[in-house]
Antibody
Framework: QVQLVESGGGVVQPGRSLRLSCAAS????????MHWVRQAPGTGLEWVAV????????YYTDSVKGRFTISRDNFKNTLYLQMNSLRPGDTAIYYC??????????????WGQGTLVTVSS | EIVLTQSPGTLSLSPGGGATLSCRAS???????LAWYQQKPGQAPRLLIY???SRATGIPDRFSGSGSGTDFTLTISRVEPEDFAVYYC????????FGQGTKLEIK
């Protein structure tokens, strides 16, 4: 079955870096766009970034531009989020989610179980 | 940026009742590119509805979506105990944005 499993979360000090991974299985990974979405504790969902099926194009929400980088390895069926210059406001559960298609105008389904990132000194 | 506003913030119902959740967009959502998700505590969101009114695979027919342009509705007929959760709308026509959520709680 289609499965997304995130890893790499943890506690990190402000200004430091962290890389999240999302291992995909059960579908042809290199034909789907992929997203990162985050959810701060007790709050709603915030879209973070998207990457095209071939990794060619990437888009970010304004608050992470220049600090976060989304990437993918289609040979390893894995999505990544490199997070630099982390701030306390980046504290959240980070979910990876698959687009319905290879394009951008698509809903998200399915979602991984999430990985918690806590930015604190 | 399209801002989505959901109402009410919290909806208190008894099992068996009907629920109507609203999602209003700050500008028209192109091609009705609007989805609804359900999230239970400690779980990831689950897709319920896409393209404003199409049910996702495996979603019971008591869930239905409607609307167009700037006003969208998720209706749950005969709420079951497992339906008590937080519901989010999302637009994917112009970048991506989510509403702030509606919590459906047991009365």
């Amino acid at each position: 079955q289609v499965q997304l499993v995130e890893s790499g979360g943890g506690v990190v000090q402000p200004g430091r870096s962290l890389r999240l991974s999302c291992a995909a299985s059960g579908f042809v990974f290199n034909t789907y766009a992929m997203h990162w979405v985050r959810q701060a504790p007790g709050t709603g969902l915030e879209w973070v970034a998207v990457i095209a099926y071939d990794g060619d194009k990437k888009y970010y929400t304004d608050s992470v531009k220049g600090r976060f980088t989304i990437s993918r390895d289609n040979f390893k069926n894995t999505l990544y989020l490199q997070m630099n210059s982390l701030r306390p406001g980046d504290t959240a559960i980070y979910y990876c989610a698959r687009a319905h298609t290879g394009g951008y105008q698509s809903w998200f389904d399915p979602w991984g179980q999430g990985t918690l990132v806590t930015v604190s000194s | 940026e399209i801002v989505l506003t959901q109402s009410p913030g919290t909806l208190s119902l008894s099992p068996g009742g009907g629920a109507t959740l609203s999602c209003r967009a700050s500008q028209s959502v192109s091609s009705n590119y609007l989805a609804w998700y359900q999230q239970k505590p400690g779980q990831a969101p689950r897709l319920l509805i896409y393209a404003a009114s199409s049910r996702a695979t495996g979603i019971p027919d008591r869930f239905s979506g409607s609307g167009s342009g700037t006003d969208f509705t998720l209706t749950i007929s005969r709420v079951e105990p497992e339906d008590f959760a937080v519901y989010y709308c999302q637009q994917y026509g112009s970048s991506y944005s989510f509403g702030q959520g509606t919590k459906l709680e047991i009365k």
